[in-house]
């Protein structure tokens, strides 16, 4: 599967309510485990819904080290959830989600 890459958004879009809004579940099927969240079919369904990253410290809302936020569009609405970091990099061509 070929990475992609995405662009860094700003943390004030990681709000509450659009954690809320939607869930990984209704973009990729199975459990949140590495090996299913980076398997060919859900890797390249997050890649098509993904429109940006947050470091996961950085998140105003349910702030998680070791994670990154990742907003998607998906089924006409924004909304966000984690990903652990060796997930983000396995998908997506980012080098500084450290930052």
């Not at 860094?8 to 879009?13: E, M, Q």
Request: glycine residues 8%.
């Amino acid at each position: 599967m070929r990475r992609v890459k995405i662009q860094r958004i700003d943390s004030s879009n990681f709000s509450y309510r659009n954690w809320e809004a939607g869930t990984i579940h209704e973009i990729i099927d199975g459990p949140c485990r590495y090996w299913n969240i980076t398997a060919e079919e859900n890797g390249k369904r997050l890649q098509k819904a993904v429109v940006g990253w947050c470091v996961g410290s950085q998140l105003p809302h349910k702030p998680k080290e070791d994670e990154v936020g990742i907003m998607c569009f998906h089924g006409g609405r924004h909304f966000w959830f984690h990903i652990r970091k060796n997930e983000f990099d396995k998908l997506f061509k980012e080098a500084n989600h450290e930052d």
